[in-house]
């Protein structure tokens, strides 16, 4: 019955987000409500948005991200290997160990602090347009199945709120 209560609950959230996320028209503005309500929802510590070139060349077209620079682990390079990998491979990547995922050359020993990592595609008619990141530097609190579940959801359906904004700002 306890998991019944908050999946109702869970549902009930995205519902809301969803309704949140759909109101305006403005793309910066639709980004930066996913962005807030994915950290609430997921329990991350920092987390991105990140749209890509339309031509297909992979490159960051818009960036938002949550986080103080003083603790952002969630930079640049980081935002850019984790929608590199769900852009190849068009499915969520949740891991507890980068090191592990991309090999050591790869990933610096700045990143170790992460505990936990998520990443999901947003895809519309089978293309990769962006993705949404999020991290976790907190002990004890790793995403799991929950959050990749619910990020997975909301993902599928903003991506269209993302694209019916951008068309509508064309």
């Known amino acids: 019955i306890r998991q019944l209560e908050e999946q109702t ?3 009930e959230r995205l519902n809301k987000i969803l309704g ?5 028209m403005q793309v910066e503005e639709v980004l930066k409500r996913i962005l807030e309500e994915t950290l609430l929802l997921c329990h991350a ?9 339309p031509d297909g060349q992979q490159t960051a077209k818009t960036l938002v991200r949550h986080g103080t620079s003083a603790t952002e682990k969630l930079n640049h390079y980081l935002n850019t290997l984790l929608a590199g990998w769900v852009s190849r491979y068009k499915k969520p990547l949740l891991t507890n160990n980068l ?3 991309f090999g050591s050359s790869y990933v610096d020993p700045k990143y170790d602090e992460i505990v936990s990592t998520l990443s999901v595609p947003l895809l519309v008619h089978g293309k990769v347009m962006g993705a949404i990141n999020l991290i976790s530097l907190t002990k004890n609190r790793k995403f799991d199945q929950r959050e990749l579940h619910l990020l997975s959801t909301l993902a599928s359906q903003c991506a269209h709120f993302i694209n019916n904004a951008q068309l509508h700002e064309k």
């Open 9 to 11: 609950h869970d549902f």
């Open 20 to 24: 949140k996320v759909c109101s305006t």
């Open 45 to 53: 510590d920092q987390g991105s948005v990140l749209i890509l070139h």
């Open 99 to 101: 090191s592990d995922t």
